[in-house]
């Protein structure tokens, strides 16, 4: 592109600043000129990624990573600042994996990753035949005699017709979430899943795995995509037993440890004990720092209130920031807010959850929502959200740490911010999960979207 | 983001297969599917970068990728592949350039680039004070007394307040675009200016400037964002002879050489002789590989001929992608496409140029749309398009390559493709525009949307 001026676009940030003169589009410009001049959640970012890093729950990372976010938050003056106690999952990596296929002689090494919760291999490593599945009702076809004994090997991949990528997520993900406890009762003694990523790369991309309560527990990993296309070409081309696959990983599930939630608010003028709360979780996977999972959620929920106090606006109710815990290794987090909010009697009027990652917002969802809901949300407030390309509102999910806020107050309103989907799944809990991946006028258009949307919620209320 | 099922998104696409039986909506789905199951461009983009690299108008490296498009244009079988001759700009960089602060003794090198069509310094370089302004207006307060014998440094910095960076790029533009002319008349002796990003980085961002046709001609260079603040601070700390600027550019331009805009077509089964066309530019700036600046934009273009005739469509209209060349350096080739449909009576419908980069579709611009246009336009086709996100249907700017054909026929409707901007002058004209910055899904979920717009346009008409 040569040069162009876009009026369009000139036209528009005219009608926000002065054409339309609602209180209400003033002050969402007032909003994004304060975010996009003088944000500080990039900065903020930096710091979390580079000067902390990984925050695994339950790690010493993590803790130096509540104790910096409580000053930041106090650096801000808001309020109230506090830490909610919670005893969280402490699941410890230990060495780096060894992934190998075993072609007879030949012994090619594969990128794996243990999944979240699994069990170590025994201490010289696990080698057994391999045999590859795309589904869990597969194994059921197969039966435990085909499967006894045996590595087995999940490989159905993204669906990549899905347009939001958090789709193919959702629908590829039993293959991680369940594979292992599904595959041990059929005899199998260990679990290798692809990675949950349309992308074909090199890098194991981690995630929880959840194991039966009273069922066995076998060693489960991630192996990446090249490697996956790789195993399942050799499988296919050579009979079944001569190619075997072997890992070796010394992870471990410890005792719950005392952790905390991180919490700042400024105090709502006529309703004090009424909330409205954004959030995001603190604790990140270990094989990077977390950047899009989720340390974009949590400088964006901080610089929310940060934006807010900023253009001078009093909340009526409270406004609170929350940076759960434990999200991505057992969710206590998110449980003990929701158990404290109910225990405190504080009425929660609606959560947002920023865990998509920090690209370009394109809306919000809300979780349950009627198409009665949907067309008044739509009909007062996208036209206000249009010129700042924030406006889809739909029905849809919130996010695994606010749900527990369900069950405190019925008429809670659960909003997952939907930023653009297509990069997440790219470097979700991969070693490429860095800062230098997130860009700063993306991050702060979030922040922006979700502070105007709060603004909104907090002046007129969730009743459509 | 631990694990979640996007029950909204899984209801979008089921709407948009099921549910929803209009022949449009199953053929957009169509449209998607082949594009996202079996999309070429990314590979066909990764042989443009990697295998032929930079194509500058006028170059050899032009000719080679003229010569590759019709190959690859021949290879998918459309009914008629042809090149348009056209004697383009032939602006050659030189060597490589050097940029110096000189503070007294000190020398600090800085990074810059000519800007194209500019002319050379003397060959020992052009050393002179330096006068800072912050726009061409500032050059009449400041009188040809303040300004003459010096270099004037342009440094107004991108308006970080426009949603869309495209805006900020259009008004920081005149800079660069004329910032050299109008110096010139004040008898400055060179220009350097601020790199057209809100990126702090250490890239200079070239791009044309224009002299007028019986003016001074003085050279001009792009500096980086870092240098350009560095270069401010320096004359703000110090009193301004003490601060010189030093630079040495050995740019020229040579006369204009024969080259070609290469045509696809997709002949229509009811209006041979009516024209929806689709297209980028294939020329490129020569820091990096063209890829986002517009690789994206013409593999998007020939992969819309090819999604159409996948899906077995057979167009009433016939179906053009054009790869202009020039659109950089001085935009000869569009003209000449424009000239050509005029001369050879070709009756254009509608022509969509995407040059603003391979990111997530938000949908598309209309130039000046009516308000009715607008209203009849969103009724009937934005319900469709939603559930690909590609659905905002706005006025606005068409692009530099076709703007020509406006003249060539009252009704034509030109349209700019609008991509997501937030992250497109972080590389623009920078050596980081380069293959790895492309998304594979971005990429192909924009070909898609103008495919789909397409269709939708050769079903229907634009008579909103």
């Given amino acids: 592109m040569k040069f162009k001026l876009t009026l369009f676009s000139l036209l528009s940030i005219s009608i926000a600043t002065a054409s339309a003169q609602s209180t209400d589009s003033l002050m969402l410009r007032k909003i994004y000129d304060e975010e996009l001049v003088n944000g500080q959640c990039y900065q903020n970012l930096h710091y979390l990624c580079k000067n902390i890093g990984q925050r695994l729950s339950g790690s010493a990372n993590a803790q130096k990573a509540v104790d910096w976010s409580k000053k930041l938050m106090e650096s801000y003056g808001f309020d109230r600042v506090f830490l909610q106690e919670a005893m969280v999952t402490h699941w410890v990596r230990g060495e780096k994996e060894v992934g190998k296929i075993i072609d007879g002689e030949k012994q090619i090494p594969v990128a794996i990753a243990a999944l979240g919760g ?3 291999t025994p201490a010289g490593g696990l080698s057994a035949s391999v045999i590859e599945v795309h589904s869990l009702g597969e194994l059921k076809d197969l039966g435990e005699a085909a499967i006894k004994g045996k590595i087995v090997f999940f490989n159905r991949p993204f669906d990549p017709r899905f347009i939001e990528t958090g789709s193919a997520y959702g629908t590829a993900g039993d293959q991680r979430f369940a594979g292992a406890a599904a595959a041990a009762k059929f005899g199998a003694v260990g679990v290798i899943v692809r990675s949950l990523t349309e992308s074909i790369d090199n890098y194991p991309h981690t995630g929880t795995t959840r194991y039966d309560a009273d069922g066995v527990k076998i060693p489960a990993a991630a192996i990446s995509t090249m490697a996956a296309n790789q195993l399942s070409n050799m499988l296919r081309l050579k009979k079944l037993p001569v190619i075997k696959f072997y890992f070796k990983q010394s992870c471990q599930l410890l005792p719950d440890v005392l952790s905390y939630n991180v919490v700042g608010e400024i105090k709502g003028s006529e309703n004090p004990n009424k909330y409205i709360i954004v959030g995001g979780h603190l604790d990140s996977w270990d094989l990077a720092e977390g950047a899009h999972d989720d340390g974009t959620g949590v400088m964006q929920s901080v610089e929310v209130l940060r934006i807010l106090n900023a253009t001078g606006y009093k909340p009526k109710n409270t406004i609170r ?3 759960f815990m434990d999200e991505e290794s057992g969710g206590k987090g998110g449980a003990k807010y929701a158990e404290l909010a109910k225990a405190n009697n504080e009425e ?3 959560a947002i959850e920023t865990d998509e990652g920090g690209f370009t917002p394109r809306g919000f969802s809300f979780v349950d929502a009627s198409p009665a809901f949907l067309k008044g949300i739509n009909k007062n407030w996208s036209t ?6 924030s406006d889809r509102l739909v029905a849809g999910g919130g996010g695994s740490d606010i749900e527990h806020l369900k069950a405190t107050r019925p008429g809670i309103v659960l909003i997952g911010f939907r930023p653009d989907s297509q990069r997440y ?13 997130v860009n700063k006028r993306e991050l702060e258009l979030g922040a922006a979207s979700m502070a105007s949307l709060i603004y909104l919620i907090d002046q007129h209320g969730l009743n459509f």
């Fill in 321 to 323: 920031a929350v940076f």
């Fill in 118 to 120: 699994s069990v170590a």
């Fill in 425 to 437: 799944f790219d470097i979700h809990h991969t070693p490429n999960d860095v800062f230098e991946n």
């Fill in 348 to 350: 929660h009027i609606a």
């Fill in 384 to 389: 206000l959200l249009a010129p700042y390309e």
